[in-house]
């Protein structure tokens, strides 16, 4: 008599969801407030390792989607106050763009990589890093917030890098250097290729320190910026903190610049974003006041006005340049609004946001387009202004200075994440966008973080922190040249694309011209001719082989069933 012992797949332990999460939450603690830098050079490390180990690809997918939700909530706790429960929903939602790179992380470093497939990992699966967030950084999904390029934003060399291929290069070397030490901590035959990768990354900013070209500084602009700090909300909010910036710059006449003697004035001064609550067109006292308190500074004052128009239909953010004879005209007008704080998205469908937490009762109207203003008694010096979540976006400042702008000025007001990683996040971009462009930054915040940045991105004296209440007069170093970021613009993400799209069609052509055995999986490694699989858990093979045919008590295999 045949004895037949049937083939039991084993059960998916449930920790891995936990891990799952935990580990793409990880990396968050590399951006301010932490801002552990160099933390983000291993953060993807475990979740890699997780991914590599899966036993199918259903479940890579599914661990990809959790992680890349524990990553969106991680970097955006600071919205639960604001977004309540609905946070959770979008982290879901967003979660699901990492699904993608989890496949290509189990198809590349599972099993035994050897040196050509880990070749190829440090290549794709740091563009696919990079599709996913390319993908989130479309307005409407929330903006490139929380790229991890940003969390390199005090590092000189990777702002360098930003020079060159923007944030999106900086992210991709960060992850391809993750990726680099899961090969040599589970790959014994693919630590040459690894080493190699570190080595690559290491030459590339070398090269790049030594011979990418450097803003030229060809002058200094004396810029005041006005922090009237948090007020107290009420009916009379809007007009109690004009009064603190207005007595805070009243204050600037006749105040030293950091760093100077004595007696020099700005020569301009800036207040941050929801500054001014009420349109100047229609309070025409404001408009005076803010004119007799420029004349008395000596210096232009660019305001933001948050405030239904009295010409024109909807509520505006728009910064305006006031001189000593009232608005100069220049005026722009916030063209990427916050969604669920300055707009509902598909208000019909998701209008029930509004009752869960603090979105927008009211869809602002978004500007145009560009502008630029100049300054007045400077014909060197154009400004190009941006309000605050603007200062995310690596395209506006590249137009901005592409247009003409020798110095960026973002407005920005993270008072309701007051306690929060918020304002110091924010803060943060400006290193950035300041060392993508070439030319200075100044993060004017309403209640802080304040901070101004030169055209390498270095930081320009102190940040005035969310406990301050003051004016402040930083010299601004004024720079002249392109980098090539600024020329070229996104090529690092067409590379990234490119290497991707060349992986799928080779790949493709191969399933085509090889049919998938019956019963493999879709995305699963193949097995080795032993029988093997080649996909590990962390350390130790993981994924189970397509199940072996039963043995007889005699070792023949089990004859199929008549």
Known sequence: MMLMVSAVPKRVPGWRAAAAVTSGALPCLAFPAPALWWFAYVALVPWILLLRSAPTARRAALEGWLGGAGFVFAVHHWLLPSLHVFLFVLAALLGLLWI????????????????????????????????????????????????????????????????????????????????????????????????????????????????????????????????????????????????????????????????????????????????????????PDLARRLAALSARVGAPLLVNVDARAADRPGIRKSAVLVGPAGPTGDRYDKMRLVPFGEYVPARELLGWATSVGKAADENRVPGDGPVLMDLPGRADVRLGPLVCFESAFPDMSRRLVRDGAAVLIDQSATSTFQDGWAPAQHASLSALRAAETGRPEVHAALTGVSAVHGPSGERIGSALSTSARTARVYEVPLARGTTLYVRFGDWAVGAALAALAAYCTVAGARSVRLRRPLGRPLGAPPADPAGAPLGESLRTPGPEPSARPARTVRGSGARRAR
């Open 100 to 283: 993608p790179w989890a496949l290509l992380v189990r198809e590349l470093l599972g099993g035994r990589p050897g040196g050509v497939r880990a070749g190829a990992a440090l290549v794709l699966v740091p563009a696919g890093w990079l599709l996913s967030e390319l993908a989130r950084s479309w307005q409407g999904l929330g903006g490139p917030w929380g790229l991890l390029g940003a969390s390199q934003w005090q590092v000189a060399p990777a702002l360098r890098l930003a020079s060159v291929g923007g944030v999106w290069l900086v992210g991709l070397l960060v992850v391809a250097v993750n990726c680099a030490v899961a090969l040599l901590i589970t790959a014994p035959g693919a630590r040459g290729a690894a080493l190699a990768g570190v080595t690559g990354c290491a030459v590339l900013t070398g090269v790049v320190w030594l011979w990418a070209p450097r803003p030229e500084v060809s002058g200094v602009l004396r810029v005041a910026v006005v922090q009237p700090g948090p007020v107290e909300d009420g009916p009379d909010s809007a007009e109690r903190r004009f009064a603190v910036g207005e007595q805070l710059t009243e204050a600037l006449a006749g105040q030293p610049p950091t760093g100077t003697s004595a007696g020099l004035r700005p020569d301009l001064v800036v207040w941050g974003e929801s500054s001014v609550g009420e349109d100047l067109t229609a309070r």
